[in-house]
């Protein structure tokens, strides 16, 4: 029935726009993948119609075809990722079958997914998140598809993604745009309350309200470690109490919530004060007795675990959080669906026009954003620096720059506000370690003029308004100390640092042999606020990560299969979770000694 439905509506699309398809489709959880894919289907069998899409993150599985990540994740699938359906342009874009009428572009991909695919690198559109609905402003288009929260009165909730969509409906209000809205009703969708987030029923000309309805994409929560934790405890301390705060997904903003709620229960003190590294010290610190208010593009987990323990609490017209969309994992859609009328009331979702910059009603804005932190993450920051979030030296496009920028840009056009950039300090791939802070890179995401505030593990960089020295040395003072000397050594020969500089004793210790006895004896979580992952599953996944740091190490991966060897039969639950308690054949047998080897390693 369902099905029937999406392929006549697909069928309508088509007759409605001539067979000239300008597709505007909502980033991330608020694609309505079954009529999506029935349009994908319809227009592939008509080579006379054409379809352009223009959307963002493009949500999939990970690869699970082969090697440990199928052994851990296939089986796990529905469980950790939820029944979400796979998007049929995805699909086809990466079997090679997209047909010449259909195009996909991207100004934000889901982070790695993407490299080295043609197509998706060419078609990507460089644009900050608040430049994105010029980006559709000027494309025109004529039809617009998004899954919708149904409300008790019949309208609708954009839930997830007032983030655009808001604006795009208000310039059709207002006669400035001409499209069809197609929808697709979920019940599992979280509804969001708030002007912004609303759409009447009359405003819809399709809408599929029957039949199945799919489960929605659980991102699976990654392990907080010894880095991240570091990252977190370091951030807590640049966190004004009655002040405005944004952190994103992952790993490090789980930290950086997490830090907060230990500072405001009083146990964060004593372990940031038994920190061994040579940071910039700042010393913000006690219980949230105002407490925070949240305008984010992202609401994540971190977020809401903040507002539930009462540390996010502080009101500007009534409300607590203002953010312009989600997707996270299926125990936040849950706790969304269970917050109270009041709670509801106090979470405003709206469109990145309001979170991500200043222009309108700006007076107000800026009276609210009081001691603003704009906490985001990079994948390199120079020691002049300037930051890489998004693209590697090759110029292939990792994510994008999504709201970065926005948020950097505001942390200097708005009083007492700061932008704090987290990163670690080093990546390992192909058992090669190399340092995170570079000399440059050729492809900035957030320019040098710019520099704020940088955290590693190993403490805090303020670079605001000081000069290129003193920013050089600030950076070298949280790097990796492995790789202290080699950028002292570039900043020397480019006449950044005076010739008789030298790394002091006390910055020396920037290692993961002193992070470790620092944060060991704290005995700090790995899943702060849950997990997807069973008992056995998370015994692996540090063995798991150890594995494919080492991939491509030969000597590596023969000393891990040499502890294998040695390793006796001490963890034969998680041999039987990946399938290799028995093996057989010898590539088999090596994948199993190299991981008794890995979890012998990690403990």
Not at 57 to 70: I, K, N, S, V
Not at 131 to 159: K, T
Not at 174 to 202: K, W, Y
Request: glycine share 8%; aromatic share 6%; with cysteine.
């Amino acid at each position: 029935m369902a099905e029937n439905t999406a392929d006549r509506i697909a069928t309508e699309i088509i007759e409605r726009t001539g067979g000239d398809i300008r597709l505007a489709l909502p980033l991330g959880l608020g694609k309505p993948v079954t009529l999506l894919n029935a349009l994908t289907r319809a227009v592939a069998e008509r080579p006379d119609v054409r379809l352009s899409i223009l959307t963002a993150l493009t949500l999939e599985r990970p690869d699970m075809a082969q090697g440990m990540a199928r052994r851990l994740l296939a089986p796990a699938a529905d469980r950790l990722f939820g029944e979400y359906p796979q998007i049929d342009y995805a699909r086809r874009m990466r079997d090679g079958t997209l047909p010449d009428n259909i195009e996909v572009s991207e100004f934000f991909m889901q982070a790695g997914r993407w490299l080295s695919q043609p197509v998706a690198q060419r078609r990507y559109i460089a644009a900050n998140y608040t430049h994105a609905l010029d980006v559709l402003r000027r494309w025109r288009p004529n039809v617009m598809m998004q899954l919708l929260a149904p409300l008790e009165d019949g309208s609708f909730s954009l839930s997830c993604n007032t983030d655009i969509s808001a604006d795009l409906l208000h310039d059709r209000r207002a006669g400035r745009q001409d499209f069809i809205v197609a929808a697709e009703a979920n019940d599992r969708l979280p509804a969001m309350t708030g002007p912004q987030a609303r759409v009447a029923r009359d405003e819809i000309q399709m809408l599929m309200d029957e039949g199945p309805q799919f489960e929605l994409f659980s991102v699976v929560k990654r392990p907080v470690g010894a880095v991240e934790h570091a990252i977190g405890l370091h951030v807590a301390r640049l966190i004004r109490d009655g002040g405005s705060l944004q952190i994103g997904i992952g790993a490090i903003g789980d930290a950086v919530a997490h830090a907060l709620m230990l500072r405001h229960a009083g146990q964060a003190q004593t372990i940031q004060r038994n920190s061994p590294f040579a940071g910039d010290r700042f010393d913000e610190s006690g219980a949230f007795d105002a407490g925070l208010y949240v305008v984010t593009e992202m609401l994540v987990d971190g977020i809401l675990q903040l507002f539930k323990a009462g540390i996010v609490r502080r009101e500007v017209d009534g409300v607590a959080i203002h953010a312009g969309f989600f997707v996270d994992c299926r125990a936040f859609y849950a706790a969304l669906r269970g917050l109270t009328d009041a709670e509801h009331a106090r979470i405003r979702m709206m469109p990145v026009s309001f979170t991500n910059q200043l222009y309108g009603d700006e007076e107000t804005k800026r009276a609210a954003r009081t001691d603003a932190r704009f906490v985001n993450a990079a994948m390199k920051v120079s020691v002049l620096g300037g930051v890489t979030s998004d693209i590697t030296k090759g110029g292939q496009v990792v994510s994008g720059i999504g709201g970065q920028f926005n948020f950097v840009e505001q942390a200097f056009a708005l009083d007492g506000a700061r932008s704090i950039i987290t990163l670690p300090a080093t990546r390992t791939k192909a058992g090669r370690t190399t340092s995170n802070i570079v000399w440059s890179h050729p492809h900035e995401s957030v320019p040098r003029a710019y520099r704020d505030i940088v955290v590693t593990e190993y403490g805090i960089a303020d670079l605001r308004g000081v000069r290129d020295e003193v920013a050089v040395a600030r950076m070298v003072r949280i790097a990796d100390s492995r790789f202290q000397d080699d950028l002292v050594a570039q900043a020397k020969a480019a006449g950044k640092l005076a010739a008789d500089f030298a790394v002091p004793d006390g910055w020396r210790c920037n290692t993961p042999r002193h992070l470790d006895g620092w944060l060991d004896p704290v005995e700090l979580p790995k899943f702060p606020f849950g997990t997807d992952f069973d008992a056995v599953e998370q015994r692996l996944l540090p063995a798991l990560d150890l594995l494919s740091q080492t991939q491509g190490d030969r000597l590596g991966m023969a000393r891990l299969v040499l502890g294998g060897l040695r390793a006796g039969d001490a963890n034969r639950a998680c041999m039987e979770r990946m399938a290799l308690s028995a093996p057989r054949g010898l590539r088999n047998r090596l994948e199993a000694l190299a991981l008794k080897g890995a979890l012998r390693k990690v403990g």
